[in-house]
């Protein structure tokens, strides 16, 4: 069936250094692409989102590339901080549908 | 800024009794959520409402019945608890086509 999934389980990177954590999903009508953060003890937060028209899109010290070819998403952290150690969800929004479907989320971990 | 409440952050119940978790959300978000989180499993969506008195079935809806007669509030509950359903309970809210904003969630333990 289809599925949203993540390359990696967890990541573990140098305060400063840039985070990429990964996505791939395998339905090919999902038109509408977020990615969450969740602390310990907190639900998820939105951090950004892109639509299937878009590529790129860029926010506060993160960036959301789609490949829509290879039906991959990926996030992108610069300068990561301790306060960024969370886990990852990717979701994805089958076309036409009000759910979503979400990955099972990478930790990462920054180490000082 | 959006905000989704749940009416505990936790809940310790025992086999067979009744439970409801309640949530509330302020902005007016015509579409509701209910999902539980297991480790290793993600976010496995329960229930979701996408207008007042209606719901839809999620991925796994047994066990569980909603309940929305109220725009900002949905409930979920648990018939007769079991032990398998020993979860975290997220709430979220949404708007039709947009991101969906959470709750902190509910930690329900069933002895």
Redesign the interface.
């Known amino acids: 069936g289809e599925s949203v999934g993540l390359h990696l389980p967890t990541l573990s990177v140098q305060e400063g250094d840039n985070s990429i954590i990964n996505c791939a999903y395998s339905n090919s009508a999902s038109d509408?692409f977020?990615w969450?953060k969740q602390e310990s003890?907190?639900?998820?937060?939105?951090i950004i989102?892109i639509r299937s028209n878009m590529d790129k899109r860029q926010g506060q010290r993160v960036t959301v590339l789609l490949n829509k070819t290879v039906k991959h998403l990926s996030l992108q952290i610069a300068a990561t901080q301790p306060g960024d150690s969370a886990v990852y969800?990717c979701?994805e929004?089958p076309y036409n549908n009000?759910?979503?479907r979400?990955?099972?989320?990478t930790r990462l971990t920054v180490k000082p | 800024d959006v905000k989704v409440t749940q009416s505990s952050r936790y809940l310790v119940k025992r086999t067979g009794e009744k439970v409801f978790l309640e949530c509330v959300q302020d902005m007016d978000h015509e579409n509701m959520f209910w999902y539980r989180q297991d480790p290793g499993l993600g976010l496995r969506l329960i229930y979701f409402s996408y207008d007042v008195k209606m719901k839809e079935k999620g991925d796994i809806p047994e066990g569980y019945s909603v309940s929305r007669e109220k725009k900002e509030r949905f409930s979920l509950i648990l018939e007769s608890a079991s032990t398998n359903q020993t979860s975290m309970y997220l709430c979220a809210s949404s708007n039709p086509g947009y991101e969906q904003y959470f709750g902190p969630g509910t930690r329900l333990t069933v002895t």
């Open positions: 509408y977020i969450y003890g907190k639900g998820p937060q939105f989102d969800f979701a929004r009000n759910d979503m979400f990955g099972a989320g």
